[in-house]
């Protein structure tokens, strides 16, 4: 063990270039661990990505707690350790038995901290999914790249918006397959550029077969969108005029994003979602008003009082009441921190991927400790009434 910790000390740091950890014991649970570097505000952290099944799980860890992490993986249900970290590579395999076999191999190269610093926020920039340098027509016309495929200044942070939703779907590709032809609807599209986004980075560059439809109330939009798609020859993608309470234009959907749909407009879009069984349901809300409306509770009198907490409280149960609405249809869910959309601050993504069995989370207990009674709520009364 204490060999391991050496090389741990030794194998984390701004050289790092990833971990794997493979290997398990048991073929039920997490089956890899992945670890990279990352500065966050300046700080050097360890991102660790588990894969479980078809889900991926990310947690950012400081140079401690990532050791302590590997130390129990290894000591734990892991046999096989590959690390890399400027040219010199760590193999640590274990065996049946326990023992632990420490290994070095290749020629370490040497580099300054500050340019070890530099270097990997210069390669955190490189991991964009949409690579600088590499032109794409709606990202052209939207005006965030250039001609020859740099990124406009003043747009950098739709550019990094844009890859960040890009991050959310590339973590729920493994429950796709790409013999299969993945249908997706986009709910209140508005100008698309994140559907574009999607349809791209999907069949363009990823290669799966998609079918995507947006839909959106306003038809100059539509027929804008519709005439970029013609445009690009994105021939599987198609924008209808309709809202999402009455869309009846399809009986099998396999993902449902919903991004800015307006209060309700999104229980609506969940609710339409799990009806039809999707795989994958992926939701920024916007303008929870409904709960701020409802909310009565003694215990919490005397903070409801201010108009300002009341309104952010309200705010964060009603997406809390949806993730776990969702969890007791069969959803694992999570609540992910987004990029602020164009108009609206709200920064909250909800992903859902179907899992394999319902949930009690205790949300009608919390509900009716709150007065609160969501539309999603009714929704699925009537549904399941």
């Known amino acids: ?27 039920e649970g997490t089956v890899k661990v992945k670890i990279r570097p990352v500065l966050l505000k300046e700080q050097l952290m360890f991102q660790v990505t588990r894969f479980r099944g078809k889900q991926v799980f990310h947690e950012n860890l400081d140079r401690e707690q990532a050791k302590e992490e590997i130390e129990a993986l290894l000591t734990g249900d892991f046999r096989q350790l590959e690390g890399e970290n400027r040219g010199k590579k760590l193999l640590v395999l274990v065996s049946k038995k326990g023992k632990m076999t420490v290994k070095w191999t290749g020629k370490q190269t040497k580099m300054q901290p500050a340019t070890a610093v530099q270097a990997l926020s210069h390669n955190r920039k490189k991991k964009y999914l949409l690579e600088e340098g590499i032109p794409v027509p709606f990202l052209v016309d939207l005006g965030v790249q250039t001609i020859d495929g740099r990124i406009v200044h003043a747009r950098y942070d739709k550019f990094r918006q844009i890859n960040r939703y890009l991050e959310f779907v590339e973590d729920i590709l493994p429950v796709f397959s790409k013999d299969e032809c993945i249908h997706i609807i986009d709910f209140g599209c508005g100008k698309s550029y994140l559907t574009f986004a999607l349809y791209y980075y999907l069949h363009e560059k990823k290669g799966y077969q998609i079918a995507i439809t947006g839909l959106d109330l306003k038809e100059d939009v539509i027929g804008h969108c519709s005439a970029l798609a013609e445009k690009y020859g994105y021939e599987a993608l198609h924008f209808e005029k309709g809202d999402i309470a009455g869309f009846t234009g399809a009986d ?24 039809w069984g999707a795989r994958v349901i992926l939701s920024v809300p916007c303008c929870q008003h409904e709960v701020n409306k409802q909310i009565r509770n003694e215990a919490l009198a005397p903070v409801l009082k201010y108009g300002l907490i009341r309104e952010r409280m309200s705010a964060l149960l009603t997406d809390a009441i949806r993730a776990d609405l969702l969890e007791e249809h069969g959803y694992d869910t999570q609540i992910l921190e987004f990029i602020d959309m164009e108009h609206t601050p709200k920064n909250i993504l909800i992903r859902a991927v179907k899992g394999r069995g319902k949930k009690d989370t205790g949300i009608q207990r919390l509900t009716e ?3 609160v009674h969501t539309t999603l709520q009714k929704l699925f009364e009537q549904t399941e009434s």
């Open 369 to 371: 400790e709150l007065q």
């Open 1 to 27: 063990m204490e060999e391991l910790r050496m090389a741990l000390d030794l194998l984390l740091s701004e050289g790092l270039s990833e971990i794997i950890i493979s290997n398990p014991r048991q073929k």
């Open 252 to 275: 099998h959907v396999d993902m449902v994003v919903t991004l800015h749909a307006c209060d309700t407009a999104t229980d609506y879009a969940l609710q339409k979602a799990v009806g």
